[in-house]
C-alpha cells in the first residue's frame, strides 16, 4: 500500500495550496479517507476526512470555511483545497486511509508526508 501526498509548499499569507494524495495497493473505494498535520513541537492533529463514497466529510474547526476535501475514486486519488491560508497552517500534511471515518489517529495507512509554509 503506497499514500503519497504531494502539493505542500511555500506560500504567503491569505494565499492556497492544493494538496493531492495518490494511493495504489489498496481498494480505494473501500477506505475512508483524512488529512491530518503535524507542526514542529506538537502532535499530529486531524484536518479533514471523507467517508468511502464522498458523502460525508468533517474538518477541524481551525479549517472549516477555508478548506475542501474530496476524492475520485476512479483515480484513486483524494485531495484538499485550503484557502486563506495561515502562518498557524505550517506543518507537514499527512494523508491517511482507514477503515472508518474518525478523527483520530487510527487510521490503517498514512502517507510521507508534504510541507507547507506559511510566511506572514
Known amino acids: 500500500v503506497q499514500l503519497q501526498a504531494s502539493g505542500g509548499g511555500l506560500v504567503q499569507a491569505g494565499g492556497s495550496l492544493s494538496f493531492s494524495c495518490a494511493t495504489s495497493g489498496l481498494t480505494f473505494s473501500s477506505y475512508a479517507m483524512g488529512w491530518f498535520r503535524q507542526a514542529p513541537g506538537k502532535e499530529r492533529e486531524f484536518v479533514a476526512g471523507?467517508?468511502?463514497?464522498?458523502?460525508?466529510?468533517y474538518y477541524a474547526d481551525s479549517v472549516k470555511g477555508r478548506c475542501t476535501i474530496s476524492r475520485d475514486n476512479a483515480k484513486n486519488t483524494m485531495y484538499l483545497q485550503m484557502n486563506s491560508l495561515k502562518p498557524e497552517d505550517t506543518a507537514v500534511y499527512y494523508c491517511?486511509?482507514?477503515?472508518?471515518?474518525?478523527?483520530?489517529?487510527?487510521?490503517?495507512?498514512w502517507g510521507q508526508g508534504t510541507q507547507v509554509t506559511v510566511s506572514s
Open positions: 471523507i467517508s468511502r463514497t464522498g458523502g460525508t466529510t
Open positions: 491517511a486511509a482507514g477503515f472508518t471515518l474518525t478523527t483520530s489517529r487510527s487510521y490503517a495507512y
